[in-house]
């Protein structure tokens, strides 16, 4: 603190509040001291005979100024005057101050030839240690001080002065030099005072906001706490909340060797529900789901939401384990009944995954992937319901990991590739189609199968690579084809009923077959009919493949549901009717209906009607029998790859086939060796 503000300081409420203070604190032991002093004079004066009526006189003076000084105490004090009004305050103090002082000061005046230094030198002492006493006790405010002590200090070296003689003159002076130094002491400790005062306001007013600062944070700390632990839609404990739980909850039944289970539920088909009803009807319909788990797991097990739409019951403490899975299957079954929300009603299902600790996982992290891997297998089968974790599943999502992380290699490489299953025609046997067929060989896990493959190039956005690279190895063998003579044999590849809505399908193939040189007429694609029925995304890119010149095919004919009316309108060119109705149709009546049926309905819409899944001569006779044309399966031959492909044709009537009976059926099966 500068001088300057020490200075600025003298007159601050703040200030003259600590000086009164600081004056009042030793106020009565200073009067009690006074009135000592002053009757101690008293009996000095009248041992020595000199107590006249004029010494009665001043004592009763003094004991008057000294009353009025303790009244105008009282008085400043009741009237809480001492705080609000310190600056009156203060004058009224030293007025009281000067008055005592000047009482002091008139002793020498009243007693007849006052010897300072002779027969009154105690009185002197007396004098000078009120007046030095009073400057080195009101430290705080200068006049104080001074108003008391200057009179008495001026009156004794006036005496000393005018008694005449050396010794008295040589006291007086020094008692002048003395009270220089002490006004000057006073005025020095009065400002260190006031700017200590000032310091003490200063480190009072940090203290006060560093406390209001911190006060502040704590608030706002607890409010972003409470933030980060609510899930605001729902109102159940949030993703952040539900971790520290569930580390906290495991550490806990560590040591007390209990359980925690854990149960993660999401809704089937919500991205539905939310796409059609909009959002906000989607966000009202997880509020209540929310209402509904809280409703049925009501013994204080942690409900939390984990975002999008999945939940979260954390169950812990005694029978955990009886107690989680009964709550799994309670909540399973209470959303059987419909939900009522915005006054529409609906039921929605849920699927479930659980996972115990300790004998799934030994860590959260462990045991969170564990109940979401045993939730993504219920949803995989989707099978809803409930799916607790078995240690299969790991092994499966490892192995699904490996794949797509070594799939994109493997398409660009030579480990993946097509082969090819010829198609033939019932009667002379004569090849009139090959289905190209994705194959990888996978260095650690071997043959992978195919649906394998797709899907892990879907969940790994490698879709379009994957069939452009089949497609690649289709054109190269239409090329190859045509180069040996055989350009009436057409190429099939497969087309995933999804890629429609996750590429352009039609420049894909546009661009590999421009590649290649190969005209669109020469490859068939085929397309299951789930595709079909999402006409959404397969409408216009069906019809502009028709147009650009591809022969279109639905494959697994009669496993869906396809409207007849839009099959017709969609110009196929074939329909392969799946192997479960083909498989031992010598021997089923219903199937050898149904293939009636499909070559009736075949005939009249102009398509061509493939088999698939030939496996017995027998079956192979009926179904020509039947009508059937086209056929496909390991009876002819199994897919091989296209070096082997043109051997075969080159043999013509395909490589060795060696006879063997079927264990089971005791029926006759060829196939390739
Ligand atoms: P799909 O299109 O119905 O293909 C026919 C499947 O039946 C092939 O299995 C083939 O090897 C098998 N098969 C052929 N003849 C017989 C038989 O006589 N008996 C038996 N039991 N099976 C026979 P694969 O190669 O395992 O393919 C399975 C499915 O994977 C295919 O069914 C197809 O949906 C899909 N797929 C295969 N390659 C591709 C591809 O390149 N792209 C796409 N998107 N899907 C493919
Ligand atoms: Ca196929
Ligand atoms: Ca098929």
Known sequence: MSIQEGRDGRFLPIVMQAQVADIVGGFRTALLLNLVSLTAAVLILRGQGEADPAVALWYAAALIVIGVR??????????????????????VLWIGGFGLGMVWAALPVVIPHFDAIGAHASLLIIMGGMAAGSVIRQIGYTPMAMSYSLPIF????????????????????????IIGVFIHRSLWAERLFISSQLARRDATALADSLTRANSDILRQNRRLEALANRDPLTDLASRVHFHGRLAGDIARAAVLGEQVVLVIFDVVRFQAINDTLGHSNGDALLRE????????????????????????????GKNAGSRGHAHADAVLEAFRSPLTWRQR????????????????????????????????????????????????????????????????????GDMLCAWFQPQVDLGSRRVTGVEALVRWHHPTLGFIPPPEIVNAARATDQSEALT?????DACLLVRKLDALGHSDITVAVNLSPREFALYPVDAMLERVTHAHGVEPHRLEIEITEEAILDPAHADTQLTALGQAGYRLAVDDFGMGHSSLAYLIGLKLDRLKIDRQFVQDVSLSETNQ???????????????????EGVETEEDAAELKRLGCTTAQGFLFARAMTAVALVEWLADNAGPARVERRSKTTGRTRLSLV
């Open 289 to 316: 789901i929310g209402r509904r788990l809280s409703s049925v797991v009501d013994d204080g097990s942690l409900i939390a939401r984990l975002g999008g739409d999945e939940f979260a019951i954390i169950v812990t």
């Open 593 to 611: 209906k149904l293939i009636t049926a499909l070559v009736g309905l075949g005939r009249s819409l102009s398509l061509d009607i493939v088999v």
């Open 70 to 91: 303790a009244l105008s105490l009282w008085l400043l004090k009741h009237r809480g005057l001492l705080q609000s009004a310190p600056l009156l305050s203060l004058r």
């Open 345 to 412: 009603q609906s039921t929605i299902a849920l699927n479930g995954g659980l996972a115990v600790y300790p004998c799934h996982a030994e860590n959260a992290e462990d045991l969170l992937a564990c109940a979401d891997m045993a939730l993504y297998d219920a949803k995989r089968q989707e099978r809803r319901g409930l799916r607790e974790f078995d240690p299969e599943l790991r092994r499966n999502a490892e192995r699904g990991r490996m794949i797509e992380q070594d799939l994109l290699k493997a398409i660009e």
């Open 154 to 177: 001026i009156s004794l070296m006036v005496s000393l002065l005018f008694q005449g003689g050396l010794d008295a003159a040589l006291v007086g002076t020094l008692l002048g030099f």
């Open 468 to 472: 452009a690279r089949i497609v690649a």
